[in-house]
């Protein structure tokens, strides 16, 4: 990863950004233990910003299935686009199918591919919805996750224990009292 700084002659690396941050906040870089902390710094935040690659597998829905499908637990970690700290936690995916089925690791695998990278938990969980409805075809989907921030829980507000939930509704799930009810019922019996 190359960063361009127009107050340098030349691009300096990620590593050598990182660097020279850490030796700002006063961090000493020339010890056993510390010297390839700026290398481990950039591959782990290259890490948390590099969704895997997959194919999103999907089914025709030949028996004519017509229920709600649903997901407890999917891992979300992500990167709080304000302080560049991770916020983690779970996330419920459930969805109305239509015509196909999706293959359901491909559930946590989008949920992984919109959470890699800054982010704020308002717009991975409506990314995650939209994408899910347009690429299924799906009568709805519904998306809801409860993460906690390290930007509130270690510093600034310091509130452990604080989690925040987020929803996004699609389709069915947002236009019928019923289906939406049935997806919140099933969102919070999953809660762990
Ligand atoms: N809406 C939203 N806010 C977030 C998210 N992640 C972090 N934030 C908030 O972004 C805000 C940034 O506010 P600032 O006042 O600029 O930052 P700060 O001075 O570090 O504020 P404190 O965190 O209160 O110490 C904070 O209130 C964070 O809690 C997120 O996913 N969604
Ligand atoms: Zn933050």
């Not at 030349?10 to 050598?16: F, I, N, V």
């Not at 409506?126 to 899910?132: E, G």
């Not at 409805?133 to 009568?139: E, I």
């Not at 604080?162 to 699609?170: E, F, H, M, R």
Request: net charge neutral; with cysteine; proline share 5%.
């Amino acid at each position: 990863m190359k960063l361009a700084n127009p107050a340098y002659s030349r691009t300096l690396s990620a590593e050598e950004h990182a660097a020279g941050l850490l030796a700002a906040l006063g961090v000493d870089l020339d010890t056993e233990s510390t010297r390839r902390t700026p290398e481990r710094m950039v591959h782990a935040l290259q890490e948390l910003m590099t969704p895997r690659a997959f194919n999103l597998t999907t089914f025709p829905n030949l028996e004519g299935y017509t229920e709600l499908v649903a997901q407890h637990g999917i891992p979300v970690v992500s990167l709080c686009e304000h302080h560049a700290l991770p916020f983690t936690g779970q996330a419920v995916v459930a969805y109305l199918p239509d015509e196909r089925i999706v293959g359901l690791s491909k559930l946590a695998r989008v949920v992984e591919m919109f959470a890699s990278g800054p982010q704020v938990q308002e717009r991975l969980t409506k990314q995650i919805a939209s994408y899910l409805h347009d690429q299924l075809k799906a009568r709805g989907v519904g998306v809801m996750i409860r993460a906690e921030h390290m930007c509130m829980t270690l510093r600034g507000a310091q509130a452990p224990g604080t989690i925040t939930l987020t929803t996004s509704l699609t389709g069915e799930f947002r236009d019928d009292a019923r289906s939406r009810q049935e997806f919140f019922a099933i969102a919070h019996e999953g809660r762990r």
